[in-house]
C-alpha cells in the first residue's frame, strides 16, 4: 500500500485530511476506510480517500446477484447502498470518511452534495452533467459518469463515489450498472473525447470536493 | 423508523442484525436501514432486551414508524421522568437515533429502539384501544424540517414531559396541533398522524387539514404501501411481490414522464401493400444476408423521417430545447416481466441491410440478457412496436430525457378507399406521442406524413 499523504491544506481553511492511496485493492481499501471512521469518529479530522481499485464487481447491500451478467472480475458484496456496481483502472474512486453529526445529519443532503461535486468536476471538462430525480449518481444525458453508494455508521459515512474517467463500457458490459435496465454508462473519455490523465482528474475533484465540503461546517448543503 | 434525511418519508430494514429476545447493549448495531444510495446501520441508544419488531427485514416503514421495541433499564425505572430518560439517551451521542438531537417533537424518528424509556409507555399500551396503532399512524408526516438541535432541545424535553404525563392518552395528542385544526380534523374524519404540519415548528395548522380533507388519496396510497389491505371494501390482495430492479425503474421512469411530460398523440394509417411487395421481392433475390423485416423498414424510415424533422429528435432539458445530432433509435423489446431498451445508434446513417444486422443483434443480445450497458444508452426517439400482436394502434408514454416515440400496430389487411372504391390493402397506424413543451400537433403530424411518403414508396428506403 502507498503511503497515505495529506496535502498541503491548512487546517484552518481545510480540516478534510485527502488521502491519495494510489492503486489499491477493494477490501484492503475498505480495510483503509473502516479504520479512518475509526478515527473519525473518535474525533480526528475528516478524510477523503482517492483511490483506483484493479478490477472488482461490488454488489450493495441490496444488489441483486442477476445484475452480474457475466464474472470478468471478482465479485463482492459491500456494506453500502446500491446495487451493483464495477470498479477498475481508469476509474477515481474516492471514498469521504465524513462526520455527518457535523454536518446536520441528513443522508439526502449529503448524497446531493456530492453529486455538486462530481457536477462541478465534469464542468471543469466543459460538460454539463446534471442529476436525474430518484436515481443518485451523475449522469450525461442518459448514461451514468459517477456512480454514488454511501454506508454511515454512527453517521459517519464510508464508501462514496465513482467516476469514470477512462472509457469503460466494456468492463461495465458485464454488470447493469446499479441495477438499471435500459441505463448506460460513460466517462470523461468518452464525453470529451480523449481520455484525461488521472493526477488531474484527481486534482480537479479534491479542489472540488473541498469547495463543497470544506469552506464551513455547513458545507453540506 | 429514524429519519436519515429532512426528504426521507420512508425506509427499508435491509437487515435486522439482532432477535427478538436477544440482549442489546447501548451502541450495538442492531438493524441495517436503506435510503436511497445508502445505507445507515441503526444502532441502539442504550442497553436492553429486543422485545419485539415490527418491521421485518425486507419491509419499508415511513419515517417515525415504530420499527421495534427495546425494553431498556430506563423504561424497567418507569416513565414518569422523562427528563432523566431522555437524559440517559443523549448520553449515547453515537446513537443513530438521539433523542433531543435533530428532533423538535416526539413524533421524528421516533423509532421505539432507540427511545426506550420515552417510547416504551406508548408502544406497550394496548393496541386495542382507540387510539391508531403506531405503524397505522405513521406520525412522521407531521415531522418539521429538522431544527437546530440546540434550539429544539428545550421543545423536546417539554414534548416529552408532555407525552409522558399523558401516556395513556390517545397518540394524537402527542402530535403538534393548533386547537382548530384538530378540531377540523374531528370534524372531517382526518387523522392528524397522517399530516405533515405547515405552521412553526411542523405544527399542523386547518390548512393543512384542508388540504387533507380536500385531497386524502396521498394518505391513502401511503397507507397501503404500508400494510396489507385486511379490512373492508379494499379486495383481497393473494400475493405481493416486491418489485424486481427493472420493474421499478419503469415505474420510477414511467411515472416521471407521465406526470412531467405534457404527451399528446397523433396517429396515421399507412399503406404498407407496397411495403408487402418490397419485402417478398428482396426475400426472393436473395440480396440480403439478413432477412429485412417490416420493422427493420420501419426503423429506416423513421430514421430518415427524423433528419427531416429533427424537432422530433430532440430533448426538452432544463428549460432549453436540445436537438440531437445523430439519431439513435430506442427500440422497445420486452423481456421477462419488464421492458429493454436497445439503442439503434446512427440508424439515419446505416443502409437498410446494416441496420437490419445491428438491429437483429441488438435484439438478441437484449432478449438473452447479454446487451452491452452502452447498447442501452444515448437514445433519442423510440419505436414501441405491437405489430406482432392482433391490434389496431396504441399510445406509448415517452422515455425521457426523449421528446417523442412512435407506437405502431399491426399491419394486416383493412378496407380502404382508393379512388372513390373500396378496397383490401395491408395498413399499420403509427401513433406519434410527443411532448408539447416542444413539439406542436402540425410537426408531429409532418413528421408522421413523411414516414407515410417513406413508407408508401419504399424501394427508397432501398437504394439509398
Avoid at chain 1, 127 to 150: D, E, M, P
Wanted: contains cysteine; aromatic residues 4%.
Amino acid at each position: 500500500m502507498k503511503s497515505a499523504v495529506a496535502i498541503a491544506v491548512s487546517p484552518e481553511v481545510s480540516p478534510i485530511a485527502v488521502r491519495r492511496l494510489g492503486r489499491l485493492g477493494y477490501e484492503e481499501t475498505l480495510r483503509v476506510q473502516e479504520e479512518a471512521r475509526g478515527q473519525v469518529i473518535a474525533g480526528a479530522p475528516e478524510q477523503l480517500l482517492l483511490v483506483e481499485h484493479p478490477p472488482v464487481i461490488t454488489l450493495g447491500r441490496r444488489g441483486d446477484v442477476r445484475h452480474v451478467l457475466e464474472r470478468r472480475a471478482p465479485v463482492l458484496r459491500v456494506s453500502r447502498g446500491g446495487d451493483v456496481t464495477y470498479h477498475g483502472p481508469g476509474q477515481l474512486v474516492g471514498y469521504p470518511i465524513l462526520d455527518l453529526n457535523r454536518r446536520g445529519r441528513d443522508i439526502d443532503r449529503y448524497l446531493r452534495a456530492l453529486e455538486d461535486v462530481l457536477i462541478a468536476v465534469a464542468r471543469r471538462f466543459g460538460l454539463t452533467a446534471r442529476r436525474q430525480r430518484g436515481f443518485t449518481g451523475v449522469w450525461l444525458g442518459n448514461a451514468k459518469l459517477a456512480a454514488i453508494g454511501v454506508g454511515i455508521r454512527r453517521w459517519v459515512t464510508m464508501h462514496g463515489f465513482a467516476l469514470n474517467v477512462a472509457d469503460l463500457r466494456s468492463e461495465f458490459a458485464a454488470i447493469v450498472p446499479c441495477g438499471l435496465a435500459g441505463i448506460g454508462v460513460t466517462s470523461l473519455a468518452e464525453a470529451t473525447g480523449q481520455c484525461p490523465a488521472m493526477a488531474d482528474v484527481e486534482a480537479l475533484v479534491v479542489d472540488e470536493f473541498l469547495r463543497v465540503f470544506a469552506p464551513s461546517e455547513e458545507g453540506a448543503g | 423508523m429514524p429519519k436519515l434525511s429532512d426528504t426521507m418519508e420512508e425506509g427499508t430494514i435491509l437487515k435486522w442484525l439482532k432477535q427478538v429476545g436477544e440482549t442489546v447493549t447501548a451502541g450495538e448495531v442492531i438493524a441495517e436501514v436503506e435510503t436511497d444510495k445508502a445505507d445507515m446501520e441503526l444502532e441502539a441508544a442504550e442497553g436492553g432486551v429486543l422485545s419485539a419488531i415490527r418491521i421485518p427485514a425486507g419491509e419499508s416503514a415511513a419515517v417515525g414508524a415504530v420499527i421495534a421495541v427495546l425494553d431498556g433499564d430506563a423504561a424497567a425505572k418507569g416513565n414518569g421522568d422523562a427528563q432523566q430518560a431522555k437524559s440517559t439517551a443523549t448520553g449515547t451521542p453515537e446513537a443513530v437515533d438521539e433523542p433531543g438531537a435533530d428532533r423538535d417533537e416526539e413524533s421524528d424518528a421516533a423509532a421505539a429502539a432507540e427511545r426506550p424509556a420515552a417510547r416504551k409507555p406508548e408502544v406497550a399500551s394496548p393496541p386495542t384501544k382507540s387510539a391508531p396503532t403506531p405503524k397505522a399512524a405513521p406520525p412522521s408526516k407531521a415531522a418539521p424540517p429538522s431544527a437546530a438541535p440546540s434550539r429544539s432541545r428545550a421543545a423536546d424535553a417539554t414534548q416529552a414531559a408532555t407525552q409522558a404525563a399523558t401516556k395513556d392518552a390517545p397518540r394524537a395528542d402527542t402530535i403538534k396541533a393548533s386547537a382548530a385544526a384538530r378540531a377540523l380534523a374531528a370534524e372531517r374524519g382526518i387523522d392528524l398522524a397522517g399530516l405533515r404540519g405547515s405552521g412553526p415548528d411542523g405544527r399542523i395548522v386547518s390548512e393543512d387539514v384542508e388540504t387533507a380533507a380536500s385531497d386524502t388519496k396521498p394518505a391513502e396510497s401511503r397507507a397501503t404501501m404500508r400494510r396489507p389491505p385486511s379490512t373492508g371494501g379494499e379486495a383481497p390482495v393473494s400475493e405481493r411481490h416486491e418489485l424486481s430492479r427493472m420493474r421499478q425503474s419503469i415505474a420510477k421512469r414511467m411515472s416521471e414522464a407521465f406526470r412531467d411530460i405534457p404527451h399528446f398523440a397523433v396517429t396515421a394509417e399507412i399503406d404498407m401493400s407496397e411495403a408487402v411487395r418490397l419485402k417478398a421481392a428482396l426475400e426472393k433475390s436473395g440480396a440480403f444476408d439478413v432477412p429485412v423485416t417490416y420493422t427493420h423498414m420501419l426503423l429506416k424510415a423513421v430514421a430518415r423521417a427524423l433528419t427531416r424533422h429533427p424537432r422530433l429528435n430532440s430533448s426538452y432539458r432544463d428549460g432549453a430545447l436540445e436537438v440531437h445530432a445523430e439519431v439513435n433509435l430506442g427500440m422497445a423489446v420486452s423481456v421477462d416481466d419488464g421492458l429493454i431498451v436497445p439503442v439503434l445508434r446512427r440508424a439515419d446513417e446505416r443502409s437498410l441491410a446494416d441496420l437490419a444486422a445491428e438491429a437483429r443483434r441488438l435484439v438478441a443480445l437484449t432478449k438473452q440478457g447479454k446487451f452491452a450497458s452502452a447498447d442501452l444508452s444515448g437514445g433519442t426517439f423510440t419505436v414501441s412496436n405491437m405489430g406482432m400482436l392482433d391490434l389496431e394502434s396504441f399510445t406509448a408514454v415517452i422515455n425521457p430525457p426523449q421528446a417523442a416515440i412512435l407506437a405502431v400496430g399491426a399491419i394486416k389487411p383493412r378496407a380502404v378507399v382508393r379512388e372513390g372504391a373500396v378496397v383490401a390493402r395491408h395498413t399499420m397506424f403509427v401513433t406519434v406521442s410527443c411532448d408539447h413543451r416542444i413539439i406542436d400537433g402540425v410537426m408531429a403530424g409532418r413528421f408522421l406524413e413523411e414516414l407515410k411518403t417513406l413508407l408508401e414508396n419504399p424501394i427508397g428506403l432501398v437504394v439509398a
